[in-house]
């Protein structure tokens, strides 16, 4: 089965003057580490969380003083794993080799469904 894995990376960024420049300071370092693991084909995207209270949802970055906290999608396709639980462990190896002594948590799996084109006559 093929599936489409998404892992939740959390990413600490410091000595930053606002959130939205710790966004750009994590992408850039997760994207790069990608690349220089031959990973491009790793779609990065920033975390999106909801509000406990009002249930809005906004970009994953917690700033408090000169740190960051920042939440980040990583999504990969995994070809011919045997069951999600195959697929999961696949994904986290592979980015696992780029992002050293980053844990990672699986925010979502889905199974790739092929589709059929029918030829019409």
């Not at 894995?5 to 966004?23: C, Q, S, W």
């Not at 696992?96 to 844990?103: C, E, F, I, Q, S």
Request: proline share 2%.
């Amino acid at each position: 089965m093929d599936y489409k894995v998404t892992l939740e990376v959390p990413i600490i960024v410091r000595d930053i003057k606002d959130g939205e420049d710790a966004i750009k300071v994590a992408m850039s370092s997760v994207i790069k580490k990608l690349k220089a693991s031959k990973l491009e084909y790793v779609k990065v995207e920033i975390g999106m969380s909801q509000c406990p209270k009002c249930g809005d949802y906004f970009e994953s970055s917690f700033f408090v003083g000169d740190v960051s906290l920042v939440g980040v999608y990583l999504t990969l396709d995994i070809f011919n794993a045997e069951n999600t639980k195959h697929a999961e462990n696949i994904a986290k190896s592979v980015v696992g080799k780029a992002l050293k002594d980053v844990p990672f948590k699986t925010f979502e799996i889905k199974e790739k469904v092929e589709k059929i084109r029918k030829k019409r006559r």
